[in-house]
């Protein structure tokens, strides 16, 4: 069976990538168990020295990704150089790993005992379609720099750059078999990296549908698990805040990638005496929001990825719906959809549930716990942001709110020197930042008894 890859931004036909049955997944988990036991006992400076030549390729392909991205997934040119970087600067950063793993040496009485960062074995990475190559590079740079194999699943819409990265990391001198992709049917060639004993760990990303499913059968082996799931993020506007700034980037903060993002501030909270003003200076904001050709440099917003999810995103906009204003989008072919703002009821379905398009819902709030309480009125919590000009109220807000990325007075969720990761039912597990590779290791505790000479009188 293959799989048709569709241009997002004129639906012509891309090429097609066949999907990986049961038996070649198994086939290529079984290598990877076999390269990863050569990776393991290869030194750590040798491990480290692979990993920075597979960034030094990437970045030697950062444009081939960027145009690939471009096509398969229509992300604006610039942004999807971005993601190219993005995953250039993961490899770098994992890549000193490898010589810092250290154990611990703990006191204790009748000889020494020092811990282990054992790797797991074959880590099975599974991905989303709406940022395909860097969330890859989340799960597979710390994975290997902490001495494991990697099968990674792309999405079935989007594998082109997660395969290609594959060949790179082959041409840089990964060991053949230890960074495989398997492009294939999530009820295929994912659900077998959760049956399949051989692989220790599942990473998913994606919605928290089939997150839960992931879970509940990684129970069956106590297969560790980390999840990445949606999101309904909210961005709260206090009054005495820059109201100006706020406007002009809140779109940012939710429109990006056309809104298909989990961290996505589709909730603007605006406190009730500043309301009026806030939608006076968002509205030419969101107007000037470039949406079209992603292959433009200066296009901010592309189309969305594929048909059935314009049609998905298009059902939270009726005809009826409490639509404030809207952006431009192209006619014609592709799958577009214009930057649009509404003002629903807060418990209605709009409100309450993850869209992932450029769609965001703007609510007035009467005071600091009032905003707070419905912010965190939601299953999700994995970002947000603050704006306010009060250094106090700043803390309390971000510290009140159950989400595991927040800023102040910005919109800013992913650094790979820091973690990342959702509360509640946007998952489980954190991702970069310092301890990612802990996560791919067991903690093995060894004490070694020392013969004690007897006692001179
Ligand atoms: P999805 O859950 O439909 O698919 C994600 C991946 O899982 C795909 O590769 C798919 O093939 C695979 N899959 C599907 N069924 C499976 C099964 N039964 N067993 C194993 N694998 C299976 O999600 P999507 O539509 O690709 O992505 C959108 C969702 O991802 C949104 O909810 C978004 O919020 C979430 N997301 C979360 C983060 C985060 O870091 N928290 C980042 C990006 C996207």
Same mark, same amino acid.
């Given at each position: 069976m293959s799989h048709t890859i569709v241009n997002p931004a004129d639906e012509t036909v891309v090429t097609t990538v066949e999907a990986a049955t049961v038996d070649e997944t198994d086939a290529a988990i079984a290598d990877a168990a076999r390269a990863q036991r050569e990776w393991a006992r290869a030194a750590p400076a040798d491990r480290a020295r692979v990993l920075r030549r597979f960034a030094d390729a990437v970045d030697g392909a950062i444009d081939e990704l960027a145009g690939l991205e471009v096509r398969n997934s229509g992300h604006p040119v610039g942004q999807a150089r971005w993601e190219a970087g993005h995953v250039r600067d993961v490899l770098e950063y994992y890549a000193a790993a490898?010589?810092?793993?250290? &154990?611990?040496? $703990?006191?204790?009485?009748?000889?020494?005992?020092? =811990?282990?960062?054992?790797?797991?074995? #074959?880590?099975?990475? $599974?991905?989303?379609?709406?940022?395909?190559?860097? $969330?890859? *590079?989340? &799960?597979?740079?710390?994975?290997?720099?902490?001495?494991?194999? #990697? #099968?990674? +699943?792309?999405?079935?819409? =989007?594998?082109?750059? *997660?395969?290609?990265?594959?060949?790179?990391?082959? !041409?840089? @001198?990964?060991?053949?078999?230890? %960074?495989?992709? $398997?492009?294939?049917?999530? *009820?295929? #060639? @994912?659900?077998? %990296?959760?049956?399949? !004993? =051989?692989?220790? +760990?599942v990473v998913f990303t994606g919605s928290t549908e089939v997150g839960k499913r992931i879970m509940a059968g990684c129970a069956d082996q106590v297969k560790r698990v980390t999840l990445e799931l949606g999101g309904k993020s909210a961005n709260l506007v206090f009054a005495d805040a820059d109201l100006e700034r706020a406007a002009a980037t809140a779109p940012y903060g939710v429109f990006e990638n056309a809104g298909q993002d989990c961290c996505a501030r589709s909730r603007i909270l605006v406190e009730r005496s500043v309301y009026d003003r806030f939608m006076e200076l968002l509205e030419p904001a969101v107007q000037g929001v470039k949406v079209g050709d992603p292959a433009d440099e200066s296009t901010e917003m592309g189309p969305l990825v594929a048909r059935t999810h314009l049609d998905r995103v298009a059902s939270f906009v009726p005809d009826d719906a409490d639509v404030a204003f809207r952006g431009t989008a192209p006619d014609g072919p592709g799958f577009w959809f214009a930057p649009t703002v509404l003002t629903p009821a807060r418990d209605s379905r709009a409100a309450r549930e993850e869209i992932f398009g450029p769609v965001v819902s703007v609510f007035p709030f009467d005071d600091e716990a009032d905003a707070i309480s419905f912010a965190n009125a939601s299953e999700y919590g994995l970002s947000g942001s603050v704006w306010t000009r009060d250094l106090s109220r700043g803390i309390r807000v971000a510290r009140a709110i159950e989400s595991g990325n927040l800023s102040v007075n910005s919109h800013s969720s992913v650094r790979y020197a820091t973690p990342f990761g959702g509360f509640k039912q946007s998952g489980l597990g954190r991702e970069l930042g310092p301890d990612a590779p802990l996560a791919f290791t067991e903690t093995k505790n060894v004490f070694f008894a020392v013969d004690q000479p007897p006692v001179v009188a």
């Open positions: 490898p010589e810092r793993m250290s &154990g611990r040496q $703990i006191p204790v009485a009748g000889g020494l005992d020092v =811990t282990f960062h054992e790797p797991l074995g #074959v880590v099975g990475v $599974i991905t989303p379609w709406n940022f395909p190559m860097t $969330i890859a *590079s989340w &799960g597979f740079a710390p994975a290997l720099a902490a001495g494991n194999a #990697v #099968v990674l +699943k792309p999405a079935e819409w =989007t594998p082109l750059t *997660s395969l290609r990265l594959a060949e790179l990391g082959l !041409e840089a @001198g990964l060991p053949e078999g230890l %960074f495989r992709v $398997i492009p294939g049917r999530g *009820s295929v #060639v @994912g659900e077998r %990296f959760v049956t399949n !004993e =051989t692989v220790r +760990k």
